[in-house]
């Protein structure tokens, strides 16, 4: 059964909310934008066919979470659905709950899904249960400072302290004894308290310098899932991506094929539907581990787009619509119909200042010129000359995508696209991912997630 959506409400800001807005207005669907009192005059939401106020009494985070207010909003505008985009309420199942009860369609997975999956804890022992490797530790919460003694011991220092609904890095903390544990424990537990309203930290054995490599899944509603192929995204700076890129040339093309069924695995044992992301970390040996699934659409989606072809964004939509994956409005007859071409890498541009620890820059933006030109996609929305970059939110300004037929025509691509950026009144970390696109170890694809740490030159 499928049911044409006329209006979709896309509860997010920024490059996000742009790039929702543009799938529906390519899918014919008229837009309905939120803002918040700081956001009266950002331009993404002049790019929604209507937009409205939402937590006028709210600060500038939690007028985008407001659950009930959006939703009584959606209700009076006649929204057939809505799309979280990524933060904010994109992965709270009370939010999908919500939706479902008052007949709007949630656009992502279903709040049993996203409640086996949006844990880490839960998500680990449902990759256990398919045979899918995960990181040595203890699935189980950790009740008190004993317990984390105890399970330290059992994993072996270095150890990692995650929380169990972290994200963005926050509540993650390596270890190396005792006294770094006792320390670390209450802090990672307020972090993620004060993060995600939950302080509950598991154990796991901490992994030196391995490589980030996940794989984008869509699954639709009758049990039909793919995989999108694999995404490297091993270059970070305190545990968040930096610079993206498919595929993960340097990692064998067995195992490869091996990361990405363990994904489809852990995606059909829950019936997935939608767009995810299934994460794993690889260690020196070329072993893989899951470590968390993401049950929303993610920043670095860009580059497997480029290379299947595939609009991820549009998907989303006609898989909510109710839409088969090989229907003719998707278009993906069978896992063998995903044929990647090329390569692409995503430089993720930031009011940020590396040269101070990378911490936000905020300010009046006085000059604002991208590069353009072919191979090079940008996804943005939020700079223009005469904006205002405020401390309330993502430092993300813009994404840089380069694609090619080649891994190195698409870097000299992503650093031509780079160079012909001209930002005046902000900080960006331009300078800082030029460094990077140059260093011999990320053209040899073989960067670490340590590899940012472990270069000072970068920041030169
Ligand atoms: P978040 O949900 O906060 O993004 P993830 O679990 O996805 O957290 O991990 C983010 C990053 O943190 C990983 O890409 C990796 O760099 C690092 N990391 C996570 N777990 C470990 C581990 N056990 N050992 C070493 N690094 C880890």
Redesign the pocket.
Known sequence: MQKKFKKVLVANRGEIAIRIFRACSELGIRTVGIYSNEDKNSLFRTKADESYLVGKDKGPIEAYLSIDEIINLALKKGVDAIHPGYGFLAESPEFARKCEEVGIEFIGPTYDMMQNLGD?IKSKKVASSVGVPT?PGIEEKVHSEEDAIKFANYCGYPV?L?AAA?????G?R?VRDEKDLIREYYSAKNEAKKAFGVDDIFI????EK?K?IEVQILGDKYGNIVHLYERD?SI?RR?QKVIEYTPAFSITEELRQRICNDAVKIAKAVNYRGAGTV?F?LDKYGNHYF??VNPRIQVEHTVSEMVTGIDIVQSQILIAEGYSLDSKEIGIKGQESVEPRGYAIQCRVTTEDPLNNFSPDTGTIDIYRTGSGFGIRLDGGTGFAGATISPYYDSLLVKVTAWSRTFEDAVRKANRALREIKIRGVKTNVPFLINVLNHEDFLSGKCD?GFITYNPELFE
């Open positions: 880490k990181i990692m995650k972290g994200g963005g890095g926050r993650m390596a796991e054995k901490y992994l391995p980030h995204c970070q545990h994460e970390l470590i968390e997630t």
